[in-house]
């Protein structure tokens, strides 16, 4: 049996993202998106409240991830897919959508945000590496995507990140156990593509904002996830102006 990863675990969560820890993030959360309904910059607005508040790095992280400006949120869920799925042709996020499934399997922290999507602080900084839960977040990705009767799944993999060729084969070897016909793409720079189509599968903010239309596929499958820990950093802000 192979070593066991939990990936995006950092000892550190347990005090940060919990108790008062929490309760602090969360009126941070409520001042950053007032910051952003008002124009200011993300890296400004989570540095000036992370200040404040007194944030480490890893909640400040989780600010800029998990807060938007009401209007994007707003133009996000306008764009998002709702109805059947039957027959259409997704395009999926890979690294995006894959590594965010292994930190939910592996009982790392995980942001529920105020756009429905599901982020996580894993980070991949150009490295990847294929781990004991990467195989089960690809099945999970295709039983959702067979369920909701999905034709065809393109999945786009930054080339310049490592092992995206052995992620590929791994892709195309899971596929063969679904009725969903699957392909793969290692192209130099992933968001430019997904930017510019429809049905695209990712939590990517600058992505949902830009793509014509998303598919929120996270939230349904972690959701059911035993032992997920979904921290909600939508409370009390929707609508807040």
Not at 39 to 53: R, W
Not at 81 to 91: F, I, K, Y
Not at 131 to 155: H, M, N, P, Y
Request: a positive charge.
């Amino acid at each position: 049996m192979g070593k066991v990863v939990k990936r995006g675990y950092v000892v550190n969560d347990k005090i940060e993202f919990t108790g008062k820890g929490l309760e602090c993030l969360k009126k941070a959360a409520e001042d950053t998106q007032y910051l952003l309904n008002h124009g200011y910059p993300v890296k400004g607005a989570t540095t000036f409240v992370g200040n404040h508040y007194m944030l480490s790095e890893r909640q400040r992280l989780a600010l800029a991830r998990a807060i938007s400006p009401c209007q994007d949120i707003k133009m996000r869920k306008e764009k998002q897919l709702c109805g059947d799925m039957r027959g259409e042709t997704v395009h999926i996020d890979g690294f995006n959508t894959i590594i965010s499934l292994e930190v939910a399997l592996s009982g790392s922290i995980l942001l529920y945000c105020g756009d429905g999507t599901v982020r996580d602080l894993a980070g991949l900084r150009g490295t990847y590496r294929i781990i004991d839960k990467t195989e089960q977040a690809v099945c999970l990705i295709l039983s959702r995507l067979q369920a909701l009767g999905v034709a065809e799944a393109i999945f786009y993999l930054d080339a310049p990140v490592s092992n995206s060729g052995r992620l590929k084969m791994l892709l195309l070897d899971v596929a063969q156990r679904y009725k969903v016909k699957v392909s793969v793409e290692v192209i130099p720079d992933v968001d430019r593509v997904l930017e510019k189509l429809s049905c695209v599968i990712s939590s990517d903010a600058i992505i949902l904002n830009k793509c014509k239309s998303w598919l929120n596929l996270m939230y349904p499958v972690v959701k059911n996830l035993p032992d997920v820990w979904l921290v909600d950093m939508n409370e009390k802000r929707q609508g807040q102006s």
